[in-house]
């Protein structure tokens, strides 16, 4: 894979050493580079300049149909589904906590540590309430729950530059202010990188263009 500037090339990638492709802003892809892809699983994604997703090239799903089966069969079965909707629930809403706990661990002696403390106890008791859940609605009032009080104080874990990066409530489409903006970003990005944590291809790369 190769990446031309002016007719000059910048970079210069062996196509196995790679699992995604990022064009941010359009830099154009060759029928070639397309095809090489699709041949080697090597997913290819168009973004805008402003990081919006506006196509993507995907290789062929190989899939395994017994657990593609079991997977529907799970999604029909409200005992099953309440039970894997519970369990990535409270993954988010537990890892919320670490990194507040981590920041506590951090920065305890801090005027806002206590502020932080709070939410860590707010969601302990979302987390113990989420176990308890009998149904997904349920769920989703504890997701929306532990993300705002997360929110609450996530101002609090930004330590450089706080004057340009404050932070005063997560807000989306559009996103109102840098941090905003940045975790939008982010976010679009976790559908590329997502693909390789699940496959556990961890010796293979993206490349952001």
């Known amino acids: ?20 492709i990022v064009s941010m802003g359009y830099t154009g892809a060759s029928p070639a580079l397309m095809q090489l892809c699709a041949e ?14 506006l196509a993507r090239l995907t290789p062929a ?9 079991r997977q529907y069969q799970m999604y029909d079965n409200d005992a ?3 039970e894997v909707s519970r369990n990535v629930i409270l993954g988010k809403l537990g890892n919320c906590r ?3 706990q981590r920041f506590l661990r951090d920065y ?9 403390k709070t939410a860590v106890n707010h969601l302990s008791g979302i987390i113990d309430h989420a ?23 996530f101002d609090h874990l930004i330590r450089n530059q706080k004057p340009a990066l404050s ?3 997560r807000s989306r489409r559009p996103p109102l202010d840098r941090v905003n903006a940045l975790l939008s970003f982010l976010y679009s990005m976790y559908d590329v990188a997502e693909h390789i944590f699940c496959n556990n291809n961890i010796n293979r790369k993206i490349v952001y263009i």
């Open 1 to 20: 894979m190769l990446v031309r500037v002016d007719d000059e090339v910048r970079l210069r990638v062996p196509i196995h050493n790679l699992e995604a």
């Open 131 to 153: 176990r308890r859940s009998t149904s997904i609605n349920s769920l989703r009032g504890n997701e929306g729950d532990g993300a705002r009080r997360y929110y609450s104080v």
């Open 98 to 100: 670490t990194v507040l």
């Open 167 to 169: 932070f005063n409530g």
């Open 80 to 82: 099953d589904s309440l």
């Open 108 to 116: 305890g002696a801090e005027d806002c540590a206590f502020e932080v």
């Open 40 to 53: 080697r699983g090597v997913a290819l994604a168009f973004h805008s300049e402003n990081s919006r997703l």
């Open 61 to 69: 799903n190989k899939g395994n149909v017994l657990l593609r089966k």
